[in-house]
């Protein structure tokens, strides 16, 4: 039986971890100053937390959270 690499990693909650410690060193170290002012211009961290969150699940072979609300992913 093949192990999907979400399952390796530990799951979801896993996931959330991960997510969520990338942003915090977004918001709380200067080398984040960048990528925090880009998000500040967009929808904001609280939605970039969540969407990346539901990229990332479906990417490590888990629910496809994203594509159910935002269909395929193109690259134009």
Known sequence: MIQLIIDQLG???TVH???N????IIEKR???SHI?????DG??????RLEQ???????LGGRNYYYKKHG???SS
Do not use: I, W
């Not at 410690?21 to 915090?24: H, T």
């Not at 929808?43 to 970039?48: I, M, Q």
């Open 30 to 32: 200067p080398e984040g």
């Open 21 to 24: 410690c990338f942003y915090d």
């Open 11 to 13: 799951g979801e909650g």
């Open 36 to 40: 925090l002012s880009l998000h500040q």
């Open 17 to 19: 971890k991960l997510v």
């Open 53 to 59: 969150f539901n990229v990332m699940c479906g990417f």
């Open 43 to 48: 929808h904001g961290l609280r939605h970039a």
């Open 72 to 74: 395929h992913m193109t």
